[in-house]
């Protein structure tokens, strides 16, 4: 841009227009942000034909000897339907839509789900599996069959007729919970809990307070691991706090037609556990008997349940649960108090923090860590205790950083990135680096996106985009690799190859992080339609790059790569409605000479100015000539009309 800058007087404002300039350099971001849109496409192809059978099905159909097992067969799918809402193909669109079908039909047949909905699995599980419905619900809001089924699918959870959700004591009645009602136990394989599991060791004992059970190794007796089998099922009863992600099902079903029954279960399921929170000095119980009291299997201890605070995971799944339905609440009630349920439950592991690597911690988790720090794995960094049993809290390991980002991403509270910046400040490394790996949720890069936003990593969009081409060629490769049978790999090869990668473009074009993994509904700050194909995503050869985040505040910068096509593009706030843009600040040149005279070595040097309008209808359309950007500062406020799913017919209620 030009240094010379000036402001045009409020009298020559037109309503509404947009200022862009030609650019006299192509950003690296923005090719390679393109770059990646042909490559995922490409990618998926190879994915679709190699696994894949032609009605949607993955080529191996896997035996089932327990309950365990929908989420992995939907999982590799779980970001399609976000890809095509980014800008992806409508081919993209319909494979996706295609999987689920396909996938349920041999889920159906493998006796794992009743009338398309998974018969009883605990909610760490399901709400992986639900994510993919989730984002073909957003992406597709039109689709009548996906419409239905939103609506049936909640109406397991809100209808007391189908047994999981008990109207009086305002409890869910089972960790195992599903189409076929609240299930007894934890299923046949874990009638006895023996020590011959390696893989599940390192987690420890499933409850610790058992009569002459005081180590793994007390296991290996059989009749200790009989009483511990035992003991297992007959605590599995009551509600457990992870079932909070139910909650998501419910608002995927009111953003398509505000029932206000569904509205009442999702505000009043979710205080119920905040009044139990605020009974234990503000810290979620994990635990609620059948009675409805808080540790009534557990000998009067808040801690101990399925999925709890005690076993197997602690925090990675109280933490993940408590932000998704934190949000969840904020949604449908319009208010964020309920954020503090979340907060809490961050903040109390991380006052009893400590320091030191990773690599000698002995955290349970502590393998995938390593991985995702790479070469700074034996470097001290911030740990905090994961776990809460009968000696307090332990098993020490490094803090999440998506729970706490998505706290402030969602209330752009100061306090939440204070202690965003507190977790920042305790990696053994740079947070600006771009540390190259990827797992299964396809997360973990959110401290270089934060220091981005925060203007600390100017880098972060090249760095990042250079990363995920790298993850796409990888998981290409590991596809294509010949020794691949695809009908004899292990039930999690599919999502580990899976090539569709949205963190990225999740952080770059929509101004959010990635999807909360465990039943996180696929919200953005900013959401784009192609005004000449009349769908929805950036229209090819559009990048687009949203650099600040603000209270009220959204900056963004759109690039046409293209050097003969003119693109519209439409900028909306917020998926769902939540937002909308009241008003639009532009930066760019008014009657510019460009491209100038033929025998000049320069593009011509046009005087910048901005130009400040109001926005009528919530959105804003950019028209961008062929090779021109446009730099825009949006102001956005909270929506008049209730959150939705945009693209029904009717319209939604305005709100009280």
């Given at each position: 841009?030009?240094?010379?800058?000036?402001?045009?007087?409020?009298?020559?404002?037109?309503?509404?227009?947009?200022?862009?300039?030609?650019?006299?350099?192509?950003?690296?971001?923005?090719?390679?942000?393109?770059?990646?849109?042909?490559?995922?496409?490409?990618?998926?192809?190879?994915?679709?034909?190699?696994?894949?059978?032609?009605?949607?099905?993955?080529?191996?159909?896997?035996?089932?000897?327990?309950?365990?097992?929908?989420?992995?067969?939907?999982?590799?799918?779980?970001?399609?339907?976000?890809?095509?809402?980014?800008?992806?193909?409508?081919?993209?669109?319909?494979?996706?839509?295609?999987?689920?079908?396909?996938?349920?039909?041999?889920?159906?047949?493998?006796?794992?789900?009743?009338?398309?909905?998974?018969?009883?699995?605990?909610?760490?599980?399901?709400?992986?599996?639900?994510?993919?419905?989730?984002?073909?619900?957003?992406?597709?809001?039109?689709?009548?069959?996906?419409?239905?089924?939103?609506?049936?699918?909640?109406?397991?959870?809100?209808?007391?007729?189908?047994?999981?959700?008990?109207?009086?004591?305002?409890?869910?009645?089972?960790?195992?919970?599903?189409?076929?009602?609240?299930?007894?136990?934890?299923?046949?394989?874990?009638?006895?809990?023996?020590?011959?599991?390696?893989?599940?060791?390192?987690?420890?004992?499933?409850?610790?307070?058992?009569?002459?059970?005081?180590?793994?190794?007390?296991?290996?007796?059989?009749?200790?691991?009989?009483?511990?089998?035992?003991?297992?099922?007959?605590?599995?009863?009551?509600?457990?706090?992870?079932?909070?992600?139910?909650?998501?099902?419910?608002?995927?079903?009111?953003?398509?037609?505000?029932?206000?029954?569904?509205?009442?279960?999702?505000?009043?399921?979710?205080?119920?556990?905040?009044?139990?929170?605020?009974?234990?000095?503000?810290?979620?119980?994990?635990?609620?008997?059948?009675?409805?009291?808080?540790?009534?299997?557990?000998?009067?201890?808040?801690?101990?349940?399925?999925?709890?605070?005690?076993?197997?995971?602690?925090?990675?799944?109280?933490?993940?649960?408590?932000?998704?339905?934190?949000?969840?609440?904020?949604?449908?009630?319009?208010?964020?108090?309920?954020?503090?349920?979340?907060?809490?439950?961050?903040?109390?592991?991380?006052?009893?923090?400590?320091?030191?690597?990773?690599e000698e911690s002995g955290f349970s988790l502590a393998g995938?860590?390593?991985?995702?720090?790479?070469?700074?794995?034996?470097?001290?960094?911030?740990?905090?205790?994961?776990?809460?049993?009968?000696?307090?809290?332990?098993?020490?390991?490094?803090?999440?950083?998506?729970?706490?980002?998505?706290?402030?991403?969602?209330?752009?509270?100061?306090?939440?990135?204070?202690?965003?910046r507190t977790l920042l400040d305790g990696l053994p490394h740079?947070?600006?680096?771009?540390?190259?790996?990827?797992?299964?949720?396809?997360?973990?890069?959110?401290?270089?996106?934060?220091?981005?936003?925060?203007?600390?990593?100017?880098?972060?969009?090249?760095?990042?985009?250079?990363?995920?081409?790298?993850?796409?060629?990888?998981?290409?490769?590991?596809?294509?690799?010949?020794?691949?049978?695809?009908?004899?790999?292990?039930?999690?090869?599919?999502?580990?190859?899976?090539?569709?990668?949205?963190?990225?473009?999740?952080?770059?074009?929509?101004?959010?992080?990635?999807?909360?993994?465990?039943?996180?509904?696929?919200?953005?700050?900013?959401?784009?339609?192609?005004?000449?194909?009349?769908?929805?995503?950036?229209?090819?050869?559009?990048?687009?790059?949203?650099?600040?985040?603000?209270?009220?505040?959204?900056?963004?910068?759109?690039?046409?790569?293209?050097?003969?096509?003119?693109?519209?593009?439409?900028?909306?706030a917020s998926s769902f409605a939540l937002q909308r843009i009241?008003?639009?600040?532009?930066?760019?040149?008014?009657?510019?000479?460009?491209?100038?005279?033929?025998?000049?070595?320069?593009?011509?040097?046009?005087?910048?100015?901005?130009?400040?309008?109001?926005?009528?209808?919530?959105?804003?359309?950019?028209?961008?000539?062929?090779?021109?950007?446009?730099?825009?500062?949006?102001?956005?406020?909270?929506?008049?009309?209730?959150?939705?799913?945009?693209?029904?017919?009717?319209?939604?209620?305005?709100?009280?």
């Amino acid at each position: 841009m030009s240094p010379e800058t000036n402001t045009m007087p409020d009298q020559e404002k037109p309503t509404m227009s947009v200022l862009t300039f030609p650019l006299a350099r192509i950003p690296a971001w923005a090719v390679l942000e393109r770059r990646l849109f042909d490559a995922v496409e490409e990618a998926w192809r190879v994915f679709d034909a190699r696994f894949c059978d032609a009605d949607g099905r993955v080529l191996r159909t896997p035996e089932f000897d327990s309950r365990d097992g929908v989420d992995d067969l939907y999982e590799p799918f779980f970001n399609w339907p976000t890809f095509y809402a980014l800008g992806g193909s409508d081919e993209i669109l319909a494979s996706a839509k295609r999987h689920w079908e396909g996938v349920t039909a041999q889920l159906t047949e493998g006796g794992m789900l009743t009338d398309e909905y998974e018969n009883g699995y605990d909610w760490f599980h399901q709400g992986e599996s639900l994510i993919f419905l989730y984002a073909l619900c957003a992406a597709d809001p039109d689709d009548a069959a996906f419409a239905e089924r939103a609506r049936r699918f909640a109406q397991l959870y809100t209808d007391p007729s189908h047994g999981n959700w008990d109207p009086e004591l305002n409890i869910i009645r089972a960790p195992h919970n599903g189409s076929l009602g609240p299930l007894p136990g934890l299923g046949p394989q874990w009638q006895a809990y023996r020590a011959d599991q390696p893989e599940m060791r390192k987690y420890g004992l499933p409850l610790d307070s058992l009569p002459g059970i005081r180590s793994w190794d007390d296991l290996a007796d059989e009749e200790n691991a009989r009483r511990m089998g035992q003991e297992m099922q007959r605590r599995a009863a009551g509600d457990v706090a992870v079932n909070l992600a139910a909650t998501t099902l419910a608002v995927n079903r009111w953003l398509y037609d505000g029932d206000e029954a569904t509205a009442r279960w999702v505000i009043g399921y979710i205080d119920g556990w905040r009044r139990r929170a605020a009974d234990n000095d503000g810290l979620i119980p994990d635990n609620v008997a059948p009675d409805g009291r808080v540790g009534g299997l557990h000998d009067g201890a808040w801690h101990g349940g399925h999925y709890g605070w005690t076993w197997p995971h602690g925090l990675e799944t109280i933490g993940m649960a408590t932000v998704i339905a934190a949000i969840n609440h904020a949604i449908v009630s319009g208010s964020t108090d309920a954020l503090d349920l979340a907060r809490a439950s961050l903040d109390a592991p991380m006052s009893h923090a400590a320091s030191g690597p990773v690599e000698e911690s002995g955290f349970s988790l502590a393998g995938g860590w390593s991985e995702r720090y790479g070469e700074y794995a034996d470097r001290p960094g911030m740990l905090v205790p994961h776990r809460y049993g009968r000696d307090g809290w332990f098993d020490y390991g490094p803090p999440r950083l998506d729970l706490p980002l998505w706290l402030w991403w969602f209330s752009r509270d100061e306090s939440d990135l204070a202690r965003l910046r507190t977790l920042l400040d305790g990696l053994p490394h740079d947070p600006a680096e771009v540390i190259a790996f990827r797992d299964k949720a396809e997360a973990g890069h959110e401290a270089a996106w934060v220091s981005f936003l925060l203007g600390e990593a100017p880098d972060y969009p090249v760095h990042a985009l250079e990363m995920a081409l790298g993850q796409v060629a990888r998981r290409v490769a590991l596809m294509t690799d010949a020794d691949v049978d695809p009908r004899t790999v292990h039930l999690h090869f599919w999502q580990r190859v899976n090539p569709v990668v949205t963190e990225v473009l999740s952080h770059l074009v929509s101004g959010a992080p990635q999807i909360l993994y465990n039943g996180g509904l696929p919200l953005t700050a900013l959401r784009y339609r192609d005004e000449d194909r009349h769908r929805p995503g950036l229209p090819a050869d559009v990048a687009a790059l949203v650099t600040r985040l603000g209270d009220g505040e959204v900056d963004v910068e759109l690039v046409n790569l293209s050097q003969i096509a003119t693109r519209r593009v439409r900028v909306i706030a917020s998926s769902f409605a939540l937002q909308r843009i009241t008003a639009v600040r532009s930066e760019g040149v008014a009657h510019g000479t460009y491209p100038g005279r033929s025998e000049a070595y320069a593009s011509p040097r046009d005087p910048s100015i901005t130009r400040s309008s109001e926005v009528s209808d919530g959105t804003v359309v950019v028209e961008l000539p062929p090779a021109h950007a446009a730099r825009l500062t949006l102001t956005v406020e909270p929506e008049t009309v209730r959150p939705h799913h945009d693209g029904r017919a009717d319209a939604p209620a305005t709100k009280e």
